[in-house]
């Protein structure tokens, strides 16, 4: 699941995942991700820090982690937007890794996605 409320980056992530043969499902705010990950198998997330409405990632993050069957699907924060104490909350809600945007290719990180999960 890549959740992500930037419209053109989401469609080319979820391009550049189905070419690494990703079958992928998207959301744009909490609430779209709460309802595609209570209605969809998932198995991985690309997660931003800031999305559509009032919650971000960070909240959740705290809805996965307090439900028993999502609290072992890996985490990906690919994020320009988190000060080091929202970092630090992350960490301790158990995100595999972090990103900064501004300092990875789209590529880099999507082929080591697929370098671990395929």
């Known amino acids: 699941m890549v959740i992500e409320d930037e419209k053109v980056l989401l469609k080319a992530i979820k391009i550049r995942l189905e070419d690494f043969g990703f079958s992928v499902v998207q959301a744009e705010s909490y609430?779209?991700?709460i309802e595609k990950i209570e209605g969809d198998q998932i198995d991985l997330i690309?997660?931003?820090h800031y999305?559509?409405?009032e919650k971000?990632?960070?909240d959740f993050m705290v809805y996965i982690r307090a439900k028993k069957k999502f609290k072992n699907i890996p985490?990906?924060?690919i994020t320009n937007t988190?000060?080091?104490?929202?970092y630090e909350n992350y960490k301790q809600l158990g995100i595999k890794k972090y990103y900064m945007k501004s300092d990875?290719?789209?590529g880099q990180v999507v082929g080591e996605l697929a370098k671990a999960y395929r």
């Open 31 to 33: 609430q779209q991700a």
């Open 46 to 48: 690309w997660l931003d």
């Open 51 to 53: 999305l559509i409405g």
């Open 56 to 58: 971000d990632g960070l």
């Open 75 to 77: 985490v990906y924060l």
């Open 82 to 86: 988190c000060s080091s104490d929202k």
């Open 104 to 106: 990875v290719e789209l």
